[in-house]
């Protein structure tokens, strides 16, 4: 007879501690890939949970702060070790609760442990400048000072880079946390906070809450005592976090969708083109938020690039996402599958032309997961919702145009602008893509999904509030300038 392991509860971590929510009331996760299974059960938790977890957070803020940046930055090391000693664990979760494929989840928690690194090593930084004064008897300078207890709140796709990329330097700049991890993904978040609690971080100093949107992550955007909020999400939720936010007085930070470009010039090694797309379009489900979504290549080369394309897809290795042979694991959940399968209706409904794939993967080992074909479609226009809308799944709409001109034109036509692409060998393609795309992030002969985590990242138009996140920029939002003039 088998035995089955007993599931895990995962609850609060609230002032060092595992702690139930008041309700006791759990959630399950399922795994995408398979339904019937339970990866574990986390708290459903009331607005009473976070109020412990903000007051644990605000008191622990004073000695924290009071640290200086190198014993904080001890801390982050200590927490990248253990870590980085739980990677196939944690990654192996990832898998279970998200689906991404293992090979992509073990680069996300080893990116993680980047992460952790790179802002422990921030506390060795400068922090300000001196500034000459007007007066010769006077020292002038700048500091930093943190903002105090952080809300942050983070979404399913990358559950362990992005939660990292925005706690670490919250920390090392002497802010505490308080994190709301996307419920899908909980379970994956509460063996990060197990990596935090295992490094001896002073209690209070990080703090993790798990429940709702409308009640724990309402908690964050209305609570008095929450200084400041990043957050990563779709473009509705960022809306109300930003009003919220402003409606206090609290500063915020939000990233949030993309309807990233690639553009095919026809001058372009389309080998290397296609195998970008490919990749940036549709590894992990096409679930991120710089995923290539709208492919506009040149007419001369269209016929081309399409054929290669579609000879590539076609051999895309769909599945359960701890098989090694798998490229390609399942949507998330079943609200995104089904929100990917909406999209795709609608573009048929619009005009768009199938070229392949479209539907929900059935037979063996498809039926009980949240599976969809990766898919293509092209007579597209800008008119249409697929070339709009951010669809988040395994979806590339293909544009045609006649010159580079009209695709920076179609590039630009949408409301978002977080990451954009463009295969050319052409010097003055590359100068004029560089200077009239509206993206953050731009690169040229590489795909767009591409982030590294020493460099500013955030978008323009509705992609962002305008800040950036990562590397040395994380500063200008986790810390305020405090100007220093000292007269003896």
Known sequence: ???????????????????????????????????NEIVGY???????D?????????????GWRKLSAPARGEYLYKVANALEARLEEVAETMTREMGKTIQEAKGETARGVAILR??????MRKVGDVIPSTDSE???????????????????????????????????????????????????????IECFHEAGLPDGVINMVTGSGAVIGQGII????????????SDNVGKRVGQGAFARGAKYQLEMGGKNPVIVAEDADLDLAVEATISGGLRSTGQKCTATSRVIVQNTVYDVFKEKLLAKVKEIKVGQGLNSETWMGPCASENQLDTVLSY????????????????????????????VEPTVFENVNSKMTIAQEEIFGPVLVLMKVDTIEEALEVANDVEFGLSAS????????????????????????????????????????KSSSLSREQGQAAIEFFTNIKTVFVKG
């Not at 976070?50 to 004073?62: E, G, S, Y």
């Not at 392949?356 to 599976?371: I, K, L, P, V």
């Not at 893509?433 to 323009?460: C, H, K, T, Y």
């Open 1 to 35: 007879m088998t035995v089955r392991a007993e599931i895990k509860t995962y609850t609060n971590y609230i002032n060092g501690e595992w702690q139930s929510s008041s309700t006791n009331e759990v959630h399950d996760s399922v795994n995408p890939a398979n339904k």
């Open 42 to 48: 986390v708290s459903k938790s009331t607005k009473e």
């Open 50 to 62: 976070l109020d412990h977890a903000v007051t644990a957070a605000k008191d622990a803020q004073i």
């Open 118 to 123: 790179y802002y422990a090593g921030e506390g």
């Open 138 to 192: 006077a020292f002038m300078f700048t500091s930093r000072a943190p903002l105090g207890v952080v809300g942050v709140i983070t979404p399913w796709n990358f559950p362990v880079a992005i939660p990292l990329w925005k706690i670490a330097p919250a920390l090392i700049y002497g802010n505490t946390v308080v994190l709301k991890p996307a419920t899908e993904t909980a379970v994956t978040a509460a063996k990060v």
């Open 222 to 233: 209305d609570h008095p005592d929450i200084n400041g909020i990043t957050f990563t999400g």
């Open 344 to 371: 795709i209706e609608k573009g048929k409904e619009e005009g768009a032309l199938l070229l392949y794939g479209g539907s929900r993967c059935e037979g063996t080992g498809f039926d009980d997961g949240f599976y």
């Open 422 to 461: 463009i295969f050319t060998t052409n010097i003055q393609n590359m100068l004029s893509f560089i200077n009239e795309m509206d993206a953050g992030l731009v690169r040229i002969n590489a795909e767009s999904a591409g982030v590294e985590l020493q460099a500013p990242f955030g978008g323009m138009k």
